[in-house]
């Protein structure tokens, strides 16, 4: 099995920055592909103040060492000679699907990998815009992705396995991350599980049955959990559940996944948790 040295990353928003930083953490040579100078400038940024962060808390010795890894640019073709692309920008299908068409034709190397770091979109209708659709996968990371230790592999029905293989080694060996194993489905097992989970907490909520503190306790001290579901939806942004919610539904059509009014409203007046300072809870 070839390793895979050169990384690409498309998209260096907070989880195409935080992929390009562990990868750079692990001694690749990284090439972070961004869409415009100004969101290029950005993505930067958002990598120098994590790797300083780092630096700071002792975790890594030298932040510009790890920087030296990365080049950010805005030029796709930068990733002609990359072993894996991993692909991260906004979720919708259509810039997805585009995406890869071009990834395809500018990717030379005929073992490179193709992956996406997609929430919801099936792994399929990405494959499908390439002409080596066994070379594509879904590798799924969590956020903040330098904390959390789960990869989600996914490899759609047309994947060989000799490509999910180098890509369970590349995560596990090389990122030293853990991998699972997911069918093509939305929500994959994580967001499968969770989403419906917190989807349940906001319906307790909204119905008056209990308090969104009462709620979040008695899942913290009665069931060891860190934090509790309506704290961990404002942390993920109400508006990222509502989505994968809705692409959950569109999926299985099942009521469990129906997002309830309440999550539609807070969406709609801007209240989406930590990002904007208010969601169930309100934040200095
Ligand atoms: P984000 O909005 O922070 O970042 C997306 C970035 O992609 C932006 O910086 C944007 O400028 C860039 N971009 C958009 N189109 C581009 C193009 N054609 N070429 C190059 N760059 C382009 O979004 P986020 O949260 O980082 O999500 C990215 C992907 O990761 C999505 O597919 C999302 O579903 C997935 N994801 C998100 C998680 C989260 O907790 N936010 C967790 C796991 C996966």
Redesign the pocket.
């Known amino acids: 099995m070839t390793s895979i040295e050169r990384v690409g990353v ?7 920055s935080g992929i390009a930083e562990v990868n750079a953490r692990a001694g690749k040579d990284v090439i972070v ?3 415009s100078p100004a ?1 290029v400038e ?2 930067r940024q958002r990598l120098e103040s994590s790797l300083k962060r780092a630096e700071s808390r002792g975790k890594i010795e030298s932040a510009d060492a790890v920087l030296a890894q990365v080049r950010v640019v805005d030029d ?1 073709t930068a990733l002609a000679d990359r072993d894996i692309v991993i692909e ?4 919708d299908e259509q ?1 997805k699907t585009d ?1 890869f068409r071009r990834l395809d034709e500018i990717v030379t190397s005929p073992d490179a990998i193709l992956a996406s ?4 979109i099936p792994i399929m209708k990405l494959a499908v815009a390439t002409k080596r659709p066994t070379h594509v996968l879904g590798v ?4 903040p992705v330098p904390v959390l230790k789960l990869v989600e592999l996914v490899p759609s029905l047309m994947t060989d396995e000799a490509t999910t293989e180098r890509a369970r080694a590349f995560v596990q060996d090389d990122l030293g991350k853990t991998a699972i194993d997911c069918q093509d489905r939305a929500g994959f097992v994580v967001n499968a599980l969770l989403i419906p989970f917190i989807l349940s907490a906001i319906r307790m909520f909204e119905s008056g049955f209990a308090s969104a503190e009462d709620i979040d306790h008695g899942l913290v001290l009665g069931a060891a959990h860190p934090q509790g579901p309506l704290a961990l939806a404002d942390l ?1 942004g109400l508006d ?1 559940v509502k989505a994968v919610a809705e692409s959950l539904y569109e999926e299985f059509k099942e009521p469990l996944y129906a997002a309830p009014p309440l999550l539609a409203r807070m969406v709609e007046a801007g209240l989406l948790g930590r990002k904007t300072g208010r969601g169930f809870y309100t934040y200095g």
């Open positions: 498309v998209g260096g928003g907070l989880m195409g592909v961004e869409s969101a950005a993505a796709l991260a920008i906004v979720e810039a995406l770091n997609t929430s919801s799924h990371f969590f956020n993920i990222t």
